[in-house]
């Protein structure tokens, strides 16, 4: 019968390692809780002077308040369709320019606005699409690092079936999927975490190349997610490790109980036993009774 398996310190990692991983993951979903941080650039002049937070599912506007990436989508493509109708000053300053004239009238305002703009206009299309793809992969990051927390409390569960189970099967099977299920906890969150931060940053270069938009930097809720891929990358190895030591360890018991194949119980029955000094390979020991044939 086997022995009862000892708490190692493996064992207490793993299991730590996926308690704390669950609580800072479980955190950076919250939409309040910045992973990227833009302080205020003068450059954006009064439609933008305060601070700016990114989260992988709200981005605060300019009363500080966090606003779904889904509704700046739809915010940025419904002026689109606006700028995309006709109307009257758009008419004008096209016939201005075609005329040879400037367009521009006092103050440094394009007769039309935004409208009678191709360099503007090209630029709010690119954010409506830029905006949409950043609501995308934000909800793809939230969903990966839900289900990296499921699977490290998928992970928790199977070490306590692992520990009340009687038959050693059943000890090894949870000892594999646990093993398994880590893996894939580490992978959903190290996934999630790269996801949003180098799909924002591409985002953000696409932009760039349209107009003027600045670039935010790592805050602390990205830091966060990060210690909590860590945890769950660091639990990766003695998940693996101690399912092998869990097997080593289940054999030697099978060894000690009296079924390990070192042991010597005599000669098989109805074979006479082994005559000291009858000579054979050894000398004078191990060797046949006198008159029993050598085969």
């Known amino acids: 019968m086997a022995k009862k398996k000892p708490t190692t310190c493996k064992d207490l990692t793993v299991f730590w390692c996926n308690i704390i991983s669950c609580a ?17 650039d003068p450059g954006l002049s009064l439609r933008f002077s305060s601070y ?42 096209v016939a201005a320019q075609a005329t040879g004239r400037s367009g521009i009238v006092q103050g440094g305002q394009l007769l039309g606005g935004c409208a009678s703009w191709p360099i503007c206009k090209k630029h709010v299309s690119e954010r409506c699409r830029v905006y949409w793809g950043f609501a995308i992969i934000g909800f793809m990051a939230v969903a990966l690092l ?20 009687k038959k050693k099967k059943k000890k090894e099977e949870a000892a594999v999927y646990g093993m398994y ?12 975490v790269a996801l949003f931060i180098v799909g924002l940053n591409l985002g953000v270069s696409n932009l760039q190349r349209t107009a003027y938009y600045p670039r935010p930097s790592i805050y602390w809720g990205s830091y966060v997610a990060i210690a909590g891929t860590v945890m769950q990358l660091f639990a990766v190895p003695c998940a693996c490790r101690r399912r092998y030591v869990y097997v080593k360890r289940e054999t030697e018991d099978d060894a000690d109980d009296g079924f390990g194949a070192a042991e ?32």
Do not use: F
């Open 146 to 165: 839900v289900a990296s927390v499921l699977a490290a409390i998928v992970v928790v569960v199977l070490m306590a079936q692992e520990g009340s189970a």
């Open 24 to 40: 800072l993951l479980i955190g950076c979903v919250v939409p309040q809780v910045p992973w990227l941080y833009e302080d205020s």
């Open 264 to 295: 010597y119980y005599g000669p098989p029955i109805g074979q006479p036993p082994m005559a000291l000094g009858a000579g054979g390979y050894g000398g004078g020991y191990g060797g046949y009774p006198p008159g029993y044939p050598p085969y």
């Open 181 to 192: 299920t880590q893996l894939c906890a580490a992978a959903a969150s190290l996934a999630g």
């Open 52 to 93: 700016r937070y990114y989260s992988p599912i709200a981005a605060n506007d300019s009363w500080g308040s966090m606003v779904p990436w889904m509704t700046w989508a739809k915010h940025v493509c419904t002026a689109l369709e606006r700028l995309n109708q006709p109307n009257l000053l758009t008419l004008g300053s």
